[in-house]
């Protein structure tokens, strides 16, 4: 079964324009991480934050988890077409556990 | 920076051909893994190795096995491929299990 379900699939804004993008999950986490993907491309992790934190910074990216619902959500400020890209959240569930991919959000920013 | 390479960018093969792909980083990872990809479906852990000569099954481990006799080196190997292993294939690697992993630029490999 999924652990990460990100929300919405898919969402197109106008540069400039902050975007925002959620993920649930169903049990008990050690850390969540987000990761970039641009088209055809591997892979790009962009922040982690741990079951303790509620809220991390990176340059323009903001990320909050809450444990108590089974949710993050990650906040692209000021968004650039360069942007553009499928962004997946990923979950560790305890020690020495593997690493749980959600399917992706497709984000499109336009010029 | 960290620095993961896969053999291959695109790959065509046959049905039943034995497939090798290979995946190299040059951080002196512990941790090294591979996922496949595909639409609707996200990434499913096939094999990961948590050290030398060591490896554990993933979510899909079936029609695959893999190889780890290096510490920089992890190849996936498809026995005997069929259509229904058509898929972009990623190599990733980390110094722990638990945070981050650092991805190749993967292998989008055809059986036909």
């Known amino acids: 079964s999924q652990q990460g379900e990100e929300d919405p699939q898919a969402l197109s804004i106008q540069e400039g324009e902050n975007a925002t993008m959620n993920c649930s999950y169903k049990?008990?986490?050690?850390?969540l991480q987000w990761y970039r993907q641009n088209s055809g491309r591997g892979l790009v992790h962009l922040i982690l934050i741990r079951s303790n934190e509620r809220e991390k910074h990176s340059g323009r990216l903001r990320v909050t988890l809450d444990t108590s619902k089974k949710s993050s959500s990650l906040l692209i400020t000021a968004s650039r077409a360069a942007d553009t890209a499928s962004y997946f959240c990923?979950?560790?569930?305890?020690?020495?556990?593997?690493?749980?991919f959600g399917k992706g959000i497709t984000l499109s920013v336009r010029p | 920076d960290v620095k993961v390479t896969q053999s291959s960018r695109y790959l065509v093969k046959r049905t039943g051909e034995k497939v090798f792909l290979e995946c190299v980083q040059d951080?002196?990872?512990?941790?090294m893994f591979w996922y496949r990809q595909d639409p609707g479906l996200g990434l499913r852990l096939i094999y990961f190795s948590y050290d030398v000569k060591m490896k554990e099954k993933g979510d899909i481990p079936e029609g695959y096995s893999v190889s780890r006799e290096k510490k920089e080196r992890f190849s996936l190997i498809l026995e005997s491929a069929s259509t229904n292993q058509t898929s972009m294939y990623l190599c990733?690697?980390?110094?722990?299990?638990?945070?981050?992993?650092?991805f190749g630029p993967g292998t989008r490999l055809t059986v036909t």
């Open positions: 951080m002196d990872h512990e941790n």
């Open positions: 990923a979950s560790h569930t305890g020690a020495n556990s593997k690493l749980t």
């Open positions: 990733a690697s980390g110094w722990d299990l638990n945070y981050e992993q650092y």
């Open positions: 049990t008990s986490i050690n850390n």
